[in-house]
């Protein structure tokens, strides 16, 4: 096993898309499914009508990484000032001269920032476009308030986002793929995170319930995601039966999707169908085999994506093996980010406990090496430089006197 590290890794294509807003695929290095959604939908989408899609939204921190391995500042990419492509200088022009746009246009620049996870941008954006005067504006500038809010600060703002979403909603002016659309987030983060409140929680609930009954009324792409969310209710309850239930008619509908439109964003359904299978046998069924076979059909499905790998090698975890783990989430580390931090962090602690403490005090290392990790892996690397008598040690431990607790790469999303 060769030594790992997060410094300068290679420039996947998701780092690519996140620093350019476009990328260069290879043989050796493969699009995944994310960047060719994320780079297709700022390339071909209307900025004069409301549709903006994302296949996921990250937060802050995954910049931050993407800042470090691309030896830039932070600041220098948040902001747009660093303009590698085309592209991106496309996007940071429309910004600058975002005083002239309507708010379906300001409403729509804002959804392409938020989808490289430029949150202060779009939320400046966001200001500009309260003078939404119609019931689908209000709607739509609430929906992306509530992301920023979401992934910018624990949803701080999401309850006054999901109430300005409700009333919209009301007056019968939304349509249904959109309205079910905010019920599928309605329902997901109260439960995750009691993002809104418990009467709007109940009326999204109920509101989307009414909707999934109408056969054709609801997109199978929105019918996807509410099922997805709604699984959570008799999940957390311990109904096995009904969970999986309702995740056959989530897969139903994303395959119902893909059939029509076979585009990287529908493909992107049916990944999210097995990211949410293999958790519902790591936690409610408790099935090995049945975590394994959603975690091999995650990665099937878009093997460039090193978060797969995380899931599955997650799995192993739960189910105790280790070695296994480790390796899943070193493949993850070589492909590279997001949260290649957290992978090597996870793999080093699985070589740990596997009784590998070379490899695992290698692992920490390259975290040690890359950026100001936390005070918790230097910790770790310590004990077991210290424990190997390695050279290490001494650097370690003035780095621990004078741990600055600022710039860590090992976190990831909830």
Known sequence: MTELSISRANRNTFQQTFIGLEYEATNDQPADLFSRACVEQYRDFSPHQFGYLFAQVFESEVLQEVALLEGVAFEELDSLRYQPTATIKNLAELVESSADLDVVQLVNLSAALISISRFGMAERLLVQAAAARTPLEAF???????VVSNRRDDGAASQRAFGRMRAAIETGAIP?????????????WFLKRRELSEADFDWFVATGTVLAEKPGLVEPAALSSWYRGIAMIPAAKGEV???????EHARDAARDTITKRPRAY????????HES???????????QDRAEESGRALIAIDPAWSPSYGELAEAYVRFGLIGQAAELFETAVRIGPPYVGHHLLQAA?????????ELALAHYLSLVDAAEPSEDVISAALALARRLSHPARARLAAALDGHATTGSVTGREG
């Open 349 to 357: 602690r699985c070589r740990e406990r596997a009784g590998d403490d």
């Open 277 to 287: 299978s293999l958790k519902e046998h790591m936690y409610l069924t408790r099935d």
């Open 266 to 273: 529908e493909m992107h359904l049916m990944k999210t169908y």
């Open 140 to 146: 739509e500038t609430a929906m992306l308030e509530f």
């Open 241 to 247: 039966a009904a969970t999986r239930r309702y995740m």
């Open 176 to 188: 249904p793929d959109r309205v079910m659309d905010a019920c599928a987030q309605g329902v997901v």
